[in-house]
């Protein structure tokens, strides 16, 4: 059974600051997803990583996946309140369907 | 081009009612997902249809029922709501294959079962 667990569940931080949120799964897969919620809002994808090594950057956000160890990580880089939101990271089951597995969340808020 | 839309955005059931959640896409995406999501947790997988005319379960299946006679739409039904059912659902599509290779996800529905 694939298992997705994020850290830390809860991130209170200031803005300038720098901080990195932590997404290991328990099995085998080619792909992973980071997204973003907002409070009472739908999931906006922020980004896709297809291969081991792969690296992506929007703005003050990056994501990297080490599919060796099977670890992603979303860093954050001076921060700014508009980055506080729920970030989940999602992981794609080699099989039909290619059904996602989601991390519990990361809530990430940033204060002035 | 809505994306993805949900039917209805609110909706408060007593319990044993039934109802049906209709997802509603417009991207022509071949896949389509049900999830729940409760209070300070990540979203599970309900139910699933990889194309027109089929389904298949996710991991939390037990007391719903979906249907996929169309392409664009997705329903799911509750045949006896129950307060476990309270959450809110999101329905998500994708297209198979590069470069829009990402689930993109509708607006909720926020079901309350008393």
């Known amino acids: 059974e694939l298992k997705v667990e994020q850290n830390p569940l809860f991130l209170s931080m200031q803005e300038g600051k720098n901080y990195t949120i932590y997404c290991n799964y328990s099995?085998?897969?080619?792909?992973l997803y980071w997204y973003r919620q907002d409070p009472g809002k739908s999931l906006e994808s922020l980004f896709v990583?297809?291969?081991?090594?792969a690296v992506k950057q929007e703005g003050r956000l990056m994501a990297s996946l080490d599919t060796k160890a099977r670890l992603s990580t979303l860093h954050i880089t001076a921060a700014v309140h508009d980055l506080s939101a729920t970030y989940f990271c999602a992981v794609q089951r080699n099989n039909a369907g290619n059904m996602l597995t989601f991390g519990g969340g990361t809530r990430l808020m940033v204060k002035p | 081009n809505a994306g993805v839309t949900q039917t209805p955005k609110f909706r408060v059931l007593k319990t044993g009612q039934s109802m049906t959640l209709l997802c509603a896409q417009d991207?022509?995406?071949?896949?389509m997902y049900w999830y729940r999501q409760d209070p300070g947790m990540g979203l599970r997988l309900i139910h699933y249809?990889?194309?027109?005319?089929?389904?298949a379960k996710g991991e939390v299946p037990d007391g719903y029922n979906v249907s996929r006679l169309k392409k664009q739409n997705f329903l799911l039904g509750l045949e006896s709501a129950a307060p476990s059912q309270t959450s809110v659902y999101f329905c998500?599509?994708?297209?198979?294959?590069?470069?829009?290779?990402?689930?993109?996800f509708g607006p909720g529905t926020r079901l309350t079962v008393l």
């Open positions: 998500a599509s994708r297209y198979q294959g590069p470069p829009t290779d990402t689930q993109y």
């Open positions: 099995t085998t897969s080619d792909r």
């Open positions: 990583l297809l291969s081991n090594g």
């Open positions: 249809s990889v194309g027109e005319g089929t389904t």
């Open positions: 991207m022509n995406h071949e896949y």
